[in-house]
Structures are given as C-alpha cells and as structure tokens.
C-alpha cells in the first residue's frame, strides 16, 4: 500500500476494477453492489434534502439517526447505549480511521486479523502505529479460527489496540462469541481496545453474528463500528457509526471534526428511518445474496481441482488455484480476466507482504457475488469455461 518511496499506491480494489474495465470482464473484484439501493430509501433521501438537510450536519451526527442506532444496538443485540454513545460517520472506513487515530498512541501496536479489509494498514499507519497481524485460516471442518497460538504471541504490552472484523472480508467467517470472549479477555488483560468492525452485521447465512460490546463486564473498552452500505444497498452514501463510551465518542469525534467534519446530511434522516422501521430489507437482500452465492458456488464446483470455500457472511467467495496452478493469485487473477472474462481480488493482497498468510492465500481468488444476479449469471457461463 505505501511504498518503499513513501509514496501510496491505489488500493487493490481500485486496480481490478481498472483490469476488468480493461478487458470487459465481469467485475467480482471491489464488494459493490450490483443491486439497487430500495425506493423506500431513495423517496427519504429525496423528502429530506427538499426538506432543507444540505448544510452541514452536527458534528455528532443528525439525534434522529444517533437514536436510531443507539435503538439498533438494544433491539437486535442488546446492547444497552444512549445518545452520547453514537457517532455518525462517512462510512465505517472514517470510524475505523478516526477511532485509531484517537486511540492508538504512535510507536505502540495495534492486532489485526489476517487477511484484513486494506484501510486497517493505512489507519495504523497514520497513526504512527505497528501492524501485528494474526492468520485467520480455515481447520480441518472448514471454519475459520484465529491461529491462537500467534494470537497469544501478539498480545504484548505495546498492544493498544485489537481490531477485529466479523462477520469478516474477505473470508465470510463469522467468529463465535467464544472466541470473541477470548479476545477480550486478552484485550483487558493487555488494558488494550478492542474495537470491532462489524459492516457485515445482517448478512449471515445460518451462523449467528454476536456483538462482542453487548456481552462484557466492560462496554466501555469496545469501540463498535458498523454502517449503512452493506445493510441497505447504499455503499456510496458512507453513512457509517462508533459506539462507544461517551468520552471515547468525544475523542473520536475531535479526529472526526478534522478528517470530514460531518457526513452527508440528507442520507442520514433517511438511514434513521430505514433502521427503524425497514430492517426487512436486509433480511430480504441477506436472502437475495444467498442464491447468488449458491449460483456462484455451483459454477465454481464444477471447475476440477478448485478448492472452493462456502462463506458463511458476507459478500465474498474464496478460491483456491494451487492444485491446478503454481501461478500467484495476482498473476493468475490477470490472465483469468484476459482469457476468461471475470476478475476477482487476489487474497494475498489483503495481507502483509511476506506473512505467513500471505503464503497461506498465495493462490487464493476472492470473488463477490454481491454484483446483479445478470453478472453472477455471466461470470457463471465464464467460468464454466475454466474447466
Ligand atoms: N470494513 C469492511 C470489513 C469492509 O468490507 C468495508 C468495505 N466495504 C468497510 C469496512 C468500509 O465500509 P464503509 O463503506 O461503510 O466505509
Ligand atoms: N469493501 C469493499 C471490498 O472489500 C470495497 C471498498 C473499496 O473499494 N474501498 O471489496
């Protein structure tokens, strides 16, 4: 991401999509959806910006939208919060950024999972921090865990910070709240944060997504992250949020007021209403996206020797080429594309270079199927043509 000039380089998702434009491919690369964002959401955005929201929003956020997701948080995972405790962000990348700015004290370390969403390693290192990476891989039945043994290792007294995403990209685990248990002791015991990234949050297929601050003796020490993008179909409005304790949502919000200031006025009275009266509609999409996963599946399980993960979240497919190709991802991700018409986002590259995840996912493919169930239906054609 940041190169050995200094210089920062385009984010991998940004570079696929070029390669597909490139070379007229179905795009699985960059988690955007395919679909369109609902009426219901569309006519509110509309009646409030006729309604006068174009100017600034509070620093805060618009209180209509901070008391429906501190009612979000209580309804659907119990999470006792009040108003001081919500933020309103553009988008959960600027929570995430904000909140390790705020928190994370340069020269100490923050722990990531691995492979990570790629803004972690540029938040951290705005904020003058390490990046101690920990391998989540799949176990023999096929779900993925943290390796404990390098989490143990990891947690160190320079730890500030643990960051963990589930329902997480790329792999679609979800982790259960015995590991994420595990986690916070470990977070406490090294008097770290422990923020979570939980964008994902209704788009799990069976397993149960468990939100770690409504589960602890100590809320105080998680910072909860989530947004409107995945939930409701509008990855480009950027209506993100943190929960937090109040005078950690303070000290967010002073980051915040000089990244952005505020976000997008009119789509927040419009996402205040669809949290709190249209949560069918992620259901409903969480369903949608279910059968276009299983389209996808079933083409790539017809291709021989692919390895091919079912997620159990989120927007992402895995799959591994090692048994029909020596190629790297990232290579054999460029000739698919040009001699095959579909492009994904080599793993490797949501890793650190040189880890052992890295290697681990070194020929492994992420493709999205949260696009139009037309592309899911082309890419499927296309690949049939792999085997
Ligand atoms: N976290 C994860 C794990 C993601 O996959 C994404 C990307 N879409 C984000 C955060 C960013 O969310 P937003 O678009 O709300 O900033
Ligand atoms: N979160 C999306 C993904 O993982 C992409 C967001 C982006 O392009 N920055 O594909």
Known sequence: LV???????????GQMTQLALQHGAVNLGQGAPGTPAPDFLLEAADAAM????????PGQGFPELIAAVAEQREREHGHQVEPENVLITVGATEALT???????????????LEPFYDSYAAAIAAAGARMVTVPLLPNDAGSFAPDWQAFEAAV???????????????????????????????AQRADAWLITDEVYEYLVYGASHESIAAHVDEPERVVT??????????????????????????AIQSVKQFLTFTAGSPFQPAVAQALRSRLDFPVANRDSLADRRDTLLAALRQVPGLTVREPAAGYFALVDFASITSEDALTLNERITRDF?????????????GSVTAEYYRSTIRYSF??????????????????
């Open 3 to 13: 190169r050995a000039d200094g210089t920062i380089g385009e984010t991998i998702f």
């Open 50 to 57: 006729r309604a006068g929201f174009n100017q600034y929003a």
């Open 98 to 112: 904000a909140a390790i700015m705020a928190l994370v004290p340069a020269g100490s370390e923050v722990i990531v």
């Open 156 to 186: 160190s007294p320079s730890t500030t910070a643990i960051l963990v995403n589930t329902p997480h990209n790329p792999t679609g685990a979800v982790l259960p709240l015995e590991h994420l248990q595990r986690i916070f002791t470990a």
């Open 225 to 250: 992250i989530s947004s409107a993008g995945k939930t409701f179909n509008v990855t480009g409005w950027k209506i993100g949020w943190a929960v937090a304790a109040p005078a950690v949502r303070e």
């Open 341 to 353: 018409g579909f492009t994904g986002i080599p793993v490797a590259s949501l890793c650190r270079a």
């Open 370 to 387: 949260c696009k139009a169930p037309a592309e899911i239906e082309a890419a499927a054609e296309r690949i049939a043509s792999l085997g």
